[in-house]
Each structure stands twice: as structure tokens, then as C-alpha cells.
């Protein structure tokens, strides 16, 4: 069975800061991994997008990685601002028509 | 360019009526996903609409049925409601080119309060 887990559940750092979110997945055979960021009461918003043979890829302060062989990535998120205070989702989509598990997102919290 | 956009918003029912949930996908795209997102739960799809036809389906019984219209638009309806069927429901758009990197887009949802 396909599984996405994210880890930690939750975080709170304060402004400033760098953080890094994890992700490990089983899915097989792997398409892609997206990370999401979720504002509360809205719906996801893409960060990143990588395939098979992109280890990184950044988007402003968000950098994500993936290791295919162990099957793990990463959002590293730079100085971080209060904005950044939501949920993080990690998708992987694999190669039989494309169908996404969805991890269930670590909550961040930035405080002043 | 507007987005998606879903709509109602927010949407009370009571235990065994049913309800209808509409999406319209962003400009250019022709290919609707369904979502429904528990509190502190990740997105669990429902099924996904192209060309008019469900072409895949997650986990859920039959009373989730769905609709794509010929502007590509879609409906979720949910028969029997049942409280475990409050949740935030989502809809994403994307293009379907057979390349399976494309990513979605999503809607802000509709919040299903059953009573």
C-alpha cells in the first residue's frame, strides 16, 4: 500500500529561524513529489514540484529535496516570517496513472 | 486569470440528506479532482473527472458520485449524509497532457458541517 509520513506532526520556531519538514514515502513506481503549503481555511498551494532525477529544487525561501534510493525528501524553510505559519503537505504521485497519496501535513508555527 | 473556485463556501445539512458541491476549473484546464480533508488530516481523494467520465477513483462508497459538464466545470454529490462526511472538500484542476508531473491547483473548498 502506497504511504506518505510526514514528520514532525507539528513545529514552532520563532521569525527568523530555519526549519526543515521531512518526508517518507513507499509509493512505487515514483512520478513525483510535490510539496503543498495549506493556509488555514484555504486550499493547497503548490511549493515544489520534482521528478525522478531532480534532487533539488528551490522556490524563494523554500528548498526541497529528495532522495529517490531512500526514499525521503525535505522543505527547508529559510529566515522564516510569521506568514509562514501553516501546514506543509508532501504528494507523491506514481506512474500508474498518475495517483497522489497525500501525507497529513506538519503543522508550523512561527512566533514573533 | 481567475483559479479555481468552488462554491458554497460553507454548507450545514442534517444526517441522511444530500448535498451538492460545484467546482470550476482554472482557465485552460480540463481534468477536475475531488478531495475531502478531515480536520488535521491530509486531502483523501475522491475520484477524477476528464472528458466528462470518472476516469479514477479513491476509497469511497457509491453515495459519492460526481459530474464533469462540457466547460469542464464538475459537481460533487454526496447521498445518505452522514457525520463522518463533515469535512472541507476540495477540488483541484490540472491539464491532463499524459505527462504526470503536472501539478494541481486547488480551490480554497467547501466546508460540510452535518448535524
Known amino acids: 500500500k502506497n504511504q506518505v509520513e510526514q514528520s514532525p506532526q507539528s513545529l514552532i520556531i520563532l521569525e527568523g529561524k530555519n526549519c526543515t519538514l521531512q518526508c517518507n514515502y513507499t509509493v512505487s513506481p515514483f512520478s513525483n513529489l510535490r510539496w503543498y503549503k495549506q493556509d488555514t481555511g484555504r486550499g493547497p498551494v503548490s511549493l515544489t514540484i520534482?521528478?525522478?532525477?531532480?534532487n533539488t529544487k528551490s522556490n524563494g525561501r523554500y528548498t526541497a529535496t529528495l532522495d529517490a534510493d531512500t526514499k525521503q525528501s525535505s522543505l527547508h524553510i529559510t529566515a522564516s516570517q510569521l506568514s509562514d505559519s501553516a501546514s506543509y503537505i508532501c504528494?507523491?504521485?506514481?506512474?500508474?496513472?498518475?495517483?497522489?497519496?497525500f501525507g497529513d501535513g506538519t503543522t508550523l508555527t512561527v512566533k514573533p | 486569470d481567475a483559479g479555481v473556485t468552488q462554491s458554497p463556501t460553507h454548507l450545514i445539512k442534517t444526517r441522511g440528506q444530500q448535498v451538492t458541491l460545484r467546482c470550476s476549473p482554472k482557465s485552460g484546464h480540463d481534468t477536475v479532482s475531488w478531495y475531502q480533508q478531515a480536520l488535521g488530516q491530509g486531502p483523501q481523494f475522491i475520484f477524477q473527472?476528464?472528458?466528462?467520465?470518472?476516469?479514477q477513483r479513491g476509497n469511497f462508497p457509491d453515495r459519492f458520485s460526481g459530474h464533469q459538464f462540457p466547460n469542464y466545470s464538475s459537481e460533487l454529490n454526496v447521498n445518505a449524509l452522514l457525520l463522518g462526511d463533515s469535512a472541507l472538500y476540495l477540488c483541484?484542476?490540472?491539464?491532463?497532457?499524459?505527462?504526470?508531473?503536472?501539478?494541481?491547483?486547488f480551490g480554497d473548498g467547501t466546508r460540510l458541517s452535518i448535524l
Open positions: 520534482m521528478t525522478f532525477s531532480e
Open positions: 473527472y476528464y472528458e466528462e467520465e470518472e476516469r
Open positions: 504528494v507523491v504521485s506514481d506512474t500508474n496513472a498518475g495517483k497522489s497519496t
Open positions: 483541484a484542476s490540472s491539464f491532463m497532457t499524459g505527462v504526470f508531473n503536472q501539478p494541481q491547483h
